[in-house]
């Protein structure tokens, strides 16, 4: 009986790239309620994260890399695998994040081909489901009882409104999805508070996609914000992609020194960011080009010196991963 190892090299090849380039999992259907969107998913706890709010719900399962079963068969799979991944440029992997009802980040990894410390490319998908409806917060009838609504479970702070001057929490949220990233993987959650795996990546490319069979005339800014005076209104996939651009351009190039300090896990982990809409480019960073303008902060609460030997430092941890770097 025929093996693997054992039919000619040509099909082994063809064999291996159908399994590298096969999806991992299916993109959810964003026709779904809202119920059965969250049902099975959990907010994820390890490791710990610095983002103000970590509100996204995840699969319970751990992900599973196409490849990781081939890699463990015998080393002549493994370097054959290897081989077919670099020759098939596939080093990528491909993000699904639903945005639901505005108030909920829903991911799922629907293609990694490897379980790696370093990928070329990570492809995001955002994609809007459902709408903001503040009758499902925390509601109250007669004599003061409390009532819980399907989004209660999730917390005060959560969707586009502000609070505790931290900015609206679904930025926070966002971030938290490339924070877990690059201290996890595609994997998500360990069971060590403190694990930090430095996963690098080449490019981050951002595709915010129109939801279908939407009136472009209900498109407005997220109503879970207080910023639609519509209430039939859906988050306009612009005003998403742009509130995007922003939080990426303020981690890179604010003058705050708090920002500077949260986006130094792009600075130490990624070459370029790449935000579009429907395709559409919206903005590129070149993240060296941005770590080596940064100079002064407001308030001085980060001297000149310390900038000075952090960009050293980070020059050399971004050579050592095999990122871009810059003559200062």
Same mark, same amino acid.
């Given at each position: 009986?025929?093996?693997?190892?054992?039919?000619?090299?040509?099909?082994?090849?063809? !064999?291996?790239?159908?399994?590298?380039?096969?999806?991992?999992?299916?993109?959810?259907?964003?026709?779904?309620?809202?119920?059965?969107?969250? *049902?099975?998913?959990?907010?994820?706890?390890?490791?710990?994260?610095?983002?103000?709010?970590t509100t996204v719900?995840?699969?319970?399962?751990? $992900?599973?890399?196409n490849t990781t079963?081939?890699?463990?068969?015998?080393? *002549?799979?493994?370097?054959?695998?290897?081989?077919?991944?670099?020759?098939?440029?596939?080093?990528?992997?491909?993000?699904?994040?639903?945005?639901?009802?505005?108030?909920?980040?829903?991911?799922?990894?629907?293609?990694?081909?490897?379980?790696?410390?370093?990928?070329?490319?990570?492809?995001? $998908?955002?994609?809007?489901?459902?709408?903001?409806?503040?009758?499902?917060?925390?509601?109250?009838?007669?004599? @003061?009882?409390?009532?819980?609504?399907?989004?209660?479970?999730?917390?005060?702070?959560?969707?586009?409104?502000?609070?505790? @001057?931290? @900015?609206?929490?679904?930025?926070? *949220?966002?971030?938290?999805?490339?924070?877990?990233?690059?201290?996890?993987?595609?994997?998500?959650?360990?069971?060590?508070?403190? #694990?930090?795996?430095?996963?690098?990546?080449?490019?981050?490319?951002?595709?915010?996609?129109t939801p279908p069979? =939407?009136?472009?005339?209900?498109?407005? /800014? #997220?109503?879970?914000?207080?910023?639609?005076?519509?209430?039939?209104? =859906?988050?306009?996939?612009?005003?998403?992609?742009?509130?995007? $651009? *922003?939080? !990426?351009?303020?981690?890179?190039?604010?003058?705050? /020194?708090?920002?500077?300090?949260?986006?130094?896990?792009?600075?130490?982990?990624?070459?370029?960011?790449?935000?579009?809409?429907?395709?559409?480019?919206?903005?590129?960073?070149?993240?060296?080009?941005?770590?080596?303008?940064?100079?002064?902060?407001?308030?001085?609460?980060?001297?000149?010196?310390?900038? #000075?030997?952090?960009?050293? $430092?980070?020059?050399?941890?971004?050579?050592?991963?095999?990122?871009?770097?810059?003559?200062?």
């Open positions: 009986m025929s093996t693997l190892t054992s039919i000619p090299r040509e099909l082994r090849d063809h !064999i291996l790239g159908y399994v590298i380039q096969t999806n991992t999992n299916d993109a959810p259907d964003i026709n779904q309620t809202f119920e059965d969107l969250v *049902q099975d998913r959990k907010v994820f706890t390890n490791p710990s994260l610095n983002s103000w709010c719900l995840y699969q319970p399962e751990t $992900t599973i890399a079963s081939i890699l463990f068969t015998n080393r *002549q799979l493994r370097n054959e695998t290897l081989e077919n991944i670099k020759r098939l440029n596939a080093n990528v992997c491909e993000l699904d994040v639903i945005i639901l009802d505005e108030i909920l980040p829903l991911v799922t990894w629907t293609h990694v081909p490897i379980f790696a410390t370093s990928y070329d490319k990570v492809n995001v $998908t955002y994609r809007i489901s459902g709408v903001y409806d503040d009758q499902k917060e925390v509601g109250w009838i007669e004599e @003061g009882t409390r009532v819980d609504g399907p989004y209660t479970k999730y917390g005060l702070y959560k969707r586009f409104r502000g609070g505790n @001057g931290a @900015g609206p929490a679904i930025g926070w *949220q966002l971030y938290s999805i490339l924070e877990r990233f690059i201290k996890a993987g595609p994997t998500g959650e360990g069971s060590d508070k403190h #694990a930090h795996s430095h996963i690098t990546v080449k490019t981050i490319d951002i595709n915010v996609q069979g =939407v009136d472009p005339s209900l498109f407005r /800014h #997220a109503r879970s914000g207080g910023y639609s005076d519509r209430d039939d209104s =859906v988050l306009d996939p612009k005003h998403l992609a742009t509130f995007i $651009t *922003q939080n !990426i351009s303020c981690l890179l190039r604010s003058e705050d /020194h708090e920002w500077f300090r949260y986006g130094s896990v792009l600075f130490e982990h990624v070459d370029h960011v790449v935000i579009k809409c429907d395709g559409n480019l919206i903005s590129e960073l070149d993240v060296a080009e941005c770590l080596s303008d940064a100079a002064g902060f407001r308030e001085h609460h980060l001297s000149q010196e310390a900038l #000075a030997v952090y960009k050293e $430092t980070t020059w050399k941890a971004r050579k050592q991963r095999g990122l871009k770097v810059l003559e200062d």
